[in-house]
């Protein structure tokens, strides 16, 4: 079964539109986090996400926002997307300082 | 505030060769340390972690890394290099007061035939 699952896997949209990601872990952790990765494949941490609190990058647009309507999932909103925004998004979920377990990744294209 | 570095965007090695792939970083507490493999088009895989126990960390598919506190290093190694070992590898330090991850900018492994 898969531990972290992502929706869509591909997602190719118009400058100007709004659009989600989903995320789901059936692991039971207690943290779900979003990250960034470049055409360069830097990873970049966007928000971290456990039933108490949510920490945001600061150097993320507030066109991003994360929204968890449960604990098992942390889904992914972008409003007015733009050219810059073109990336592999990656969920993950870790519990306390274990390690994380990534999710399959969506690869956004903005046209 | 914590921070990795990786020394070489990309390494080639031959088939059955020693991989090395550094890794550096800088922490302001004790350290948890990992490192992920990530296969093209795939999401990130742990090979290994180091928690504060054993200093040689065993790992996935024959790779190992030694944290050495002095020398901030957590190098991966594995003695032969085989071809289906070629992805980018990523080490990634946590701090143990609730910091999140950091990823250092990773290492592209070539396997030559």
């Known amino acids: 079964d898969t531990a972290v699952s992502q929706t869509p896997k591909y997602l190719v949209t118009q400058m100007g539109n709004d659009k989600s990601i989903k995320c789901e872990q059936n692991?039971?952790?207690?943290?779900m986090y979003w990250y960034k990765q470049d055409s360069k494949k830097f990873l970049k941490i966007m928000f971290s996400y456990n039933n108490k609190e949510l920490i945001i990058n600061e150097t993320v647009p507030n066109r991003f926002s994360p929204k968890s309507p449960d604990k098992a999932h942390l889904n992914l909103h972008i409003n007015s997307l733009e050219l810059g925004d073109s990336a592999v998004y990656f969920c993950a979920s870790s519990l306390t300082v274990n390690e994380q377990f990534f999710g399959p990744g969506t690869r956004l294209t903005v046209l | 505030a914590q921070s990795v570095t990786q020394l070489g965007s990309h390494v080639s090695v031959s088939e059955g060769a020693l991989v090395l792939l550094r890794c550096n970083y800088s922490?302001?507490?004790?350290?948890?340390l990992f490192w992920y493999v990530q296969y093209p088009n795939q999401g990130l895989q742990l090979l290994l972690k180091?928690?504060?126990?054993?200093?040689l960390v065993k790992g996935i598919n024959g790779f190992e890394a030694e944290f050495k506190k002095s020398e901030t290093s957590f190098h991966l190694t594995k003695p032969s290099a085989h071809m289906s070992d070629a992805a980018e590898y990523f080490c990634?330090?946590?701090?143990?007061?609730?910091?999140?991850?950091?990823f250092g900018p990773g290492t592209r492994l070539s396997v030559l035939p």
């Open positions: 180091y928690t504060s126990a054993a200093t």
């Open positions: 692991l039971g952790h207690d943290t």
């Open positions: 922490s302001s507490v004790p350290p948890y």
């Open positions: 990634a330090v946590k701090g143990n007061y609730g910091q999140n991850f950091v």
